[in-house]
C-alpha cells in the first residue's frame, strides 16, 4: 500500500536547527505537514494539539532525552499507537536496544538520507492501524 505523504503529519524533535530544518524540507517537499520541536518538552504540548501520524526524534537533546520522551509518548494511551523513530549520531547496539525499551519502533543513524526517512514513514505509518 502507497503512503500518501500529503495526508501525514511529521514531527521531527531536535535540538540541531540543521536536522530540524533539512528534515522539514525534505518532508514538506513530499507533501508533509512537519511539526518541528526543540527537545521532548516541547514537543509534548504540540505532541497534544497536533497529533502526529510519526514522530521523529533525536536522541542526545537538553532537558529531556530521545528515551525519555519516547518512553512518555508510548505510555500515553492516546499516542501509544504511534510510531516513533529514534534518531542518533551514534550506531551502538546498546542504544538500539536501549531504544526498543523504551518502544522506538525504528532507530536511524545520523546523517540519514531522504531514502531513510521517506522508507521509515513508508514502513511504519502503513503497518500501523489507521
Do not use: W
Amino acid at each position: 500500500m502507497e503512503v500518501n505523504f500529503s495526508d501525514l503529519k511529521v514531527m521531527v524533535i531536535d535540538d540541531s536547527k540543521t536536522i530540524r530544518r533539512t528534515t522539514e524540507t525534505l518532508l514538506a517537499k513530499e507533501g508533509c505537514t512537519v511539526i518541528t520541536a526543540i527537545d521532548g518538552f516541547d514537543a509534548l504540548a504540540k505532541i497534544a494539539d497536533s497529533k502526529p501520524d510519526i514522530i521523529f526524534v533525536d536522541i542526545m537533546m537538553p532537558r529531556l532525552d530521545g528515551y525519555q520522551t519516547c518512553a512518555l509518548i508510548k505510555n500515553n494511551s492516546e499516542f501509544k499507537k504511534t510510531p516513533v523513530i529514534m534518531l542518533s549520531s551514534k550506531d551502538g547496539l546498546f542504544d538500539k536496544a536501549k531504544g526498543r525499551i523504551v518502544g522506538s519502533d525504528q532507530y536511524l543513524t545520523k546523517p540519514f538520507s531522504k531514502h531513510e526517512l521517506l522508507e521509515a514513514i513508508q514502513t511504519h505509518v502503513t503497518s500501523s492501524p489507521a
